[in-house]
């Protein structure tokens, strides 16, 4: 089944305590990116990456940083997690053009850092 | 770079009665348009899209969207709503190139009323 694996679903940690959230797709996707959803605000992107080896800030990078070293590997890396950043994460991978173009994302992580 | 107004963040609707959610878009040559749902603690999935073609497009589930370029508008609709579609609904816009990032608006949750 083509999707987008995200890990782990939830999470509690605490201020400043580094953490991964994993994503994979199997779907040989080029592109693939980062959205935090929190109310009122829908869904703002963090970082994108257009292929292996090159991400590019989104409209909400700060205190985020990402790596692209494989094509199905997106991870989002959080080096001092504070409250503001507490949210719902999601990832999603894009599919190129033509009748096929579109998104498929994860099912979401539900970060909360105190 | 594009932008999404959805006009109405809640929308309360008795079951059986019809219903509209509006969405506006900034200006573009050229534009696909989304509209995803998510059900309470879910994630996203895509309602529907449209990349080219006819203007009406439809879900499998009785929702339609109309393209409407020269009001830059995208509005969904639904002859008569279900219990089940109470949801929070996203509408999403990226240019038609297909190479940028993809915009949602605020979301707008729609609550059906027995």
């Not at chain 1, 994979?24 to 257009?50: A, F, K, T, V």
């Not at chain 1, 909400?60 to 590997?73: A, D, L, T």
């Not at chain 2, 579609?85 to 038609?96: N, P, R």
């Amino acid at each position: 089944e083509a999707q987008v694996t995200q890990n782990p679903r939830y999470l509690i940690t605490v201020t400043g305590k580094k953490l991964t959230v994993t994503c994979s797709q199997n779907m040989n996707h080029e592109y693939m990116s980062w959205y935090r959803q929190d109310p009122g605000l829908g869904l703002r992107q963090i970082y994108y990456s257009m292929n292996v080896e090159v991400t590019d800030k989104g409209d909400v990078p700060e205190g985020y940083k990402v790596s692209r070293k494989e094509k199905r590997n997106f991870p989002l890396i959080l080096e001092s997690p504070s409250p503001n950043q507490t949210s719902l994460y999601f990832c999603a991978s894009r599919s190129s053009g033509g009748r096929g173009y579109g998104y498929t994302f994860g099912s979401g992580t539900r970060l909360t850092v105190v | 770079a594009q932008s999404v107004t959805q006009l109405d963040s809640q929308v309360p609707v008795f079951e059986e009665a019809p219903v509209e959610l509006r969405c506006n878009y900034s200006s573009s040559v050229s534009v696909y348009l989304f509209w995803y749902v998510q059900y309470p603690n879910q994630g996203l999935q895509l309602l529907l899209k449209y990349l080219s073609g006819s203007t009406l497009v439809e879900s499998i589930n009785g929702f339609e969207a109309e393209f409407n370029k020269s009001q830059t508008s995208f509005h969904l609709r639904k002859p008569s709503v279900h219990i089940s579609d109470t949801a929070e609904y996203f509408c999403a816009v990226s240019d038609g190139s297909g190479n940028t990032p993809l915009v949602f608006g605020k979301g707008t949750r729609l609550s059906v009323i027995a």
